[in-house]
Structure formats: C-alpha cells, structure tokens
C-alpha cells in the first residue's frame, strides 16, 4: 500500500503562482510513476504532468511551459511548480502514484487550487 498526501492548493489570482505537494509513504519502492491529475467541476479527471523514476517527465499540452514536475526522493515528495496560472487551471489536484508492474493505482485525497480572473 501507497499513501498520498497533497498540500498546497489555494486561492490565487490570473498570473499567480502555487506549488503542490504531495507526501509519499508506505511502500513506494514499487512505485515506478508519480502524476498529477485534476479535476474541475462537472469535467472528468484529466492528466496534467507525470514523472518517473528515472527523472523523465512529459505534461498535458494546456500546461507546458507553464507547469514543472519534480520529485525529492530523500523526502518521498513529488511537486508540481505552477505558473502563469489561468482561471481555467481552477480544479481539484490530486497525486497519483501507479506500480507498473501490477497497475496498482494510488491516490492522494485531493486539493483543491482556485484561480480568480
């Protein structure tokens, strides 16, 4: 078993910033891939930046250039750095955690980031 606690979500103007981050535990030595999704009201969860083991990170086109996935393995964190924030950015966040080997999925609890025009 994995758990996934999120931090960070808030409230913040059209062009602001916020970094998410989510606390790791249990057995994350079987994780291989650390995501982020969200979620905004009456949409379905999408995919916003993923990040593996070895470092590689690949992101939705709505976020490029504007969002950066990172990872602390000494701290079993996983960030996501949020810039140029856009109203349409408004959403749910959640952490995942995927064991590939099993497809086993884990998620965190969710939080939620809110941005005003």
């Known amino acids: 078993q994995v758990q996934l606690v999120e931090s960070g979500g808030g409230l913040v103007q059209a062009g602001g910033s916020l970094r998410l981050s989510c606390a790791a535990s249990?057995?994350?030595?079987?994780?291989?891939?650390m995501r982020w999704y969200r979620q905004a009201p009456g949409k379905q969860r999408e995919l916003v930046a993923a990040?593996?083991?070895?470092?590689?990170?690949n992101y939705a086109d709505s976020v490029k250039g504007r969002f950066t996935i990172s990872r602390d393995n000494a701290k079993n964190t996983v960030y996501l750095q949020m810039n140029s924030l856009k109203p349409e950015d408004t959403a749910v966040y959640y952490c995942?955690?995927?064991?590939?080997?099993?497809?086993?999925?884990?998620w965190g609890q969710g939080t939620q980031v809110t941005v005003s025009s």
């Open positions: 995942n955690a995927l064991v590939t080997s099993t497809l086993d999925n884990y």
């Open positions: 249990g057995s994350i030595f079987s994780v291989n891939v």
């Open positions: 990040i593996t083991n070895g470092g590689y990170t």
